[in-house]
Structure formats: C-alpha cells, structure tokens
C-alpha cells in the first residue's frame, strides 16, 4: 500500500521561480518527515525534513511545510536554480521505524 | 570518509536465477538498509539490518533476504528472480537503527531480469 504519495510525477519551473513540490501521506503515525534529492546514476542525498511537532522547517532556499490535519507536505524551492534539477523523494517515518518513500517528482529548472 | 558503496553496479539475470548484491556502509556505520526503486513505486523499503540481526523487515517475499556480517558490511539475496523484480537495489548506512534522517544511501545496483 502507498502510505506516502508524490501525484506528480515531474514538474518543470523557470530558473529563479518557485518551485513546489507535494507529498500527501495516509498514515497518522508518522511523525517524522523527509525530503530527499536523486541525481541519475546516484543514490538519494537527504534535503532537509520536519519533525510532526513543527509546521515549517527551513535551510537556505529549501523550506518544507507540514500540514498534519490534511497529512500533506510541500517542499519549496526560492529561488530555483538548474542545478536543483533531479527527482525528489518525500519520505515518512513512525517512531523511528522503517521509513516510507513517495515515488518521487522529477524536477525539471530551465535556465 | 569513503561513502557506501555497492557491488556490482549493474547485472543481468534470467528468470529463475538467483543473485547476491553487496553493499559496504559508511565506516563506523553499523545499520544497513536495504531498498528497492521502481518507476511510480518510489523506494519500497526491504530491511535493516543493525548489529548483524535484522531489525525491520518490509512487505517482500520471502524470496528477499539479506544478512549483515560482523564488519557490518551487508548482502542481500533475491532467489527465483521474477521479471518484476528488475529495479535499483539501493543500499543506505547509518550510525544507528532508525536514525532515518542520517541515512546515507550508495549509488545502488541496477537489476535487469530478462
């Protein structure tokens, strides 16, 4: 079962725009939350997160939003940048127990 | 401090045939984590392995096992391979079991099963 999803599947911004990435989750348990960033040929780097206790969390030009009532969170990238172009994995845990990974969104910045 | 690396980087089996991937954590890494990436599937967890016993397992078959040796380095083992199971097996490392956050994750091994 899909307890975290990603709907999209890519997203492609201008270079300096924002860009919003969505992650809806369907568990009530988890309480930690992550975001992680893939290149081709690499394994995932890990982005930044939010613990359950917070409603933002933010590092430079990477800010995550939790909303714990809709089990929804966002990733935001101000300003975006060519480089930020990968696919991004949103992930959730419970308790320190195994975590659970969105199918991930390809972003796409265009100079 | 050398990351974690994964052997081999590619393979090609045929149905039926069973393979052993490798991954070597992150020194003084004692938990190993094993993944398995698919288009629109994302990363589906495997196991964990912490202190050569296996911690957390995922929704897998049995056909998927893993093991961690005393260096913590840790195999995983895939029997009876089915078409389905072509994917990325990503391996990640982390000081502890379930410091999730502190996971460091190997360039993984592509599986192609023909």
């Known amino acids: 079962d899909q307890q975290v999803k990603q709907n999209s599947p890519s997203l492609s911004v201008q270079e300096g725009r924002i860009s919003i990435l969505n992650c809806d989750y369907t568990?009530?348990?988890?309480?930690?939350f992550l975001w992680y960033k893939k290149y081709p040929a690499e394994g995932p780097t890990f982005l930044i997160s939010?613990?359950?206790?917070?409603d933002k969390n933010e590092d430079g030009r990477f800010t995550v939003f939790l909303n714990k009532s809709a089990k929804h969170l966002s990733l935001h990238i101000v300003p975006s940048q060519p480089g930020d172009s990968a696919v991004y994995f949103c992930?959730?845990?419970?308790?320190?127990?195994?975590?659970?990974f969105g199918a991930g969104t390809r972003l796409t910045v265009k100079p | 401090k050398a990351g974690v690396t994964q052997t081999p980087r590619y393979l090609i089996k045929t149905r039926g045939q069973q393979v052993t991937l490798s991954c070597s954590p992150i020194?003084?890494?004692?938990?190993v984590s094993w993944y398995q990436q698919t288009p629109g599937q994302g990363l589906q967890f495997l196991f964990e392995?912490?202190?050569?016993?296996?911690?957390n397992k995922g929704n897998f078959p049995g056909r998927f096992s893993g093991r961690q040796f005393s260096n913590s380095r840790s195999e995983m083992n895939v029997s009876t391979l089915e078409l389905g199971d072509s994917a990325l097996y990503l391996c990640?490392?982390?000081?502890?079991?379930?410091?999730?956050?502190?996971?460091?994750f190997g360039p993984g091994t592509r599986l192609t099963v023909t």
């Open positions: 990640a490392s982390s000081s502890f079991p379930g410091q999730t956050y502190e996971q460091y």
């Open positions: 568990n009530s348990m988890f309480d930690y």
């Open positions: 939010i613990s359950s206790i917070k």
């Open positions: 992930a959730a845990s419970s308790n320190n127990n195994d975590m659970r």
């Open positions: 020194s003084g890494h004692r938990s």
């Open positions: 392995y912490f202190s050569e016993t296996q911690r």
